[in-house]
């Protein structure tokens, strides 16, 4: 019964049509090791029980399936993550402490200023130094050519 099981799962993987993906992305990694357990298992029962033909059949079934497993690449998905909404004029100034009248120096100081404590290497997080960039260039290199709220 054994036996019929398992050339049932290794004809499926012999057969099964090239172009369709029996399991997909890693799933072929843990497929084929699966069924290279099973066929050592049961050669080794097989070759126990006194069948060397059967258990030298199974186990060179199980080393294909153990090369097929290592020889595909492993698929990596990477993360998408949503872009994220610019911020307006005056979410930067808030971010920034500068008024609506504020000059570009002025911009640039309240930049400086504020970077020197946030920045990673002075004790700050990369969050808080991406939003006072996003901030600064909002304000320096503005939507259009007027710096007026949208």
Not at 63 to 88: D, F, G, N, Y
Not at 134 to 148: E, F, M, N, T, Y
């Amino acid at each position: 019964m054994i036996y019929l099981l398992l050339g049932a799962v290794i004809i499926t993987f012999l057969l099964w049509p090239r172009g369709r993906a029996l399991l997909k992305g890693d799933g072929w990694r843990v497929g084929a090791g699966a069924a290279a357990i099973a066929a050592f298992a049961v050669a080794a029962y097989a070759t126990i029980r006194g069948a060397w033909g059967t258990g030298i059949v199974l186990g060179v079934i199980g080393l294909w399936s153990v090369t097929e497993a290592r020889r595909r690449p492993i698929v990596r998905r990477e993360v998408v993550h949503p872009p994220k909404p610019e911020l307006s004029l005056s979410e930067a100034r808030a971010i920034l402490g500068v008024g609506p009248e504020a000059s570009l120096a002025e911009v640039k100081a309240a930049y400086n200023r504020l970077i020197q404590m946030a920045h990673p290497d002075k004790g700050g997080t990369e969050g808080l130094a991406a939003q006072l960039n996003a901030a600064r260039d909002r304000l320096i290199k503005p939507r259009g050519s007027a710096r007026v709220e949208p």
